[in-house]
Structures are given as C-alpha cells and as structure tokens.
C-alpha cells in the first residue's frame, strides 16, 4: 500500500510563493491529489493529478496560482502555490487513491476525500496580509 509523506509547508506573506512536496512510496498511485483544511472550515480538494502527469485538475480558487505536477523518477508530486493569500492558510494534504478518485475529482463535492485511501500527516501553510 502506498505511503505519503508532505513537506514544505511554512509561514509567508500574502503575494509570496512555496513548493509543497509529497514523497510517495513505494511508487506514486493511479491519482495523487492536494487537500487543505482550515480551522472551522470544511476539507477542500485543491488539485489532483493523474499518473503519468498528463491530466489535472484544479480548485476555481486556485487556478492560475497553483500548480500541480509530479516527478515519477523521485516518486514525488508537487505543488507549487504562487501568490498566495491570507484565505489559503490552512494544513495541506497529500493524498492517493485510484484512478476512480481523480475521474470522480471535484473541488465542490465534500465527498471527494472520501475515494483516497492514503493520506499523509499534513505541511502547514500560514499567509499573512
């Protein structure tokens, strides 16, 4: 069974950048995406990725700011969040799951976290205005 572990997390300032990283083992799964949970607030799905990299798919909140990509050859799936703002703090996760999860995918569908079968520990991220 696959394992993920998340790092790259941190504090900045509302317009900075981070690259979180998700270390899969022994190999990335069929579906590998990002969630984030703020306090009081409902987890959300921000972006997925299916293997090979070819297909994603993103939060409307996210989209043109975050990217979403993998390296197969280190196991590792990215994301890459650019001008960030007070409203993305939150505990991200990584997650796996097959490829039914991603085809099923969706920002909006709070069931959406149910279909990943791996999650990893969390990075924290902290925005500040």
């Known amino acids: 069974q696959v394992q993920v572990v998340e790092s790259g997390g941190g504090s900045v300032q509302a317009g900075g950048s981070l690259r979180l990283s998700c270390v899969a083992s022994?190999?990335?799964?069929?579906?590998m995406s990002w969630f984030r949970q703020a306090p009081g607030k409902q987890r959300e799905g921000v972006a997925a990725i299916y293997a090979g990299g070819g297909r994603t798919k993103y939060a409307e909140s996210v989209k043109g700011r975050f990217t979403i990509s993998q390296d197969n050859g280190k196991n590792t799936v990215y994301l890459q969040m650019n001008n960030l703002q007070p409203d993305d703090t939150a505990m991200y996760y990584c997650?796996?799951?097959?490829?039914?999860?991603?085809?099923?995918?969706?920002?909006?569908?709070?069931?959406?976290?149910?279909?990943?079968?791996?999650w990893g520990q969390g990075t924290q991220v902290t925005v500040s205005s």
């Open positions: 997650a796996a799951g097959t490829l039914w999860a991603c085809n099923t995918w969706s920002s909006s569908d709070p069931d959406t976290g149910t279909r990943f079968n791996t």
């Open positions: 022994p190999v990335i799964d069929s579906c």
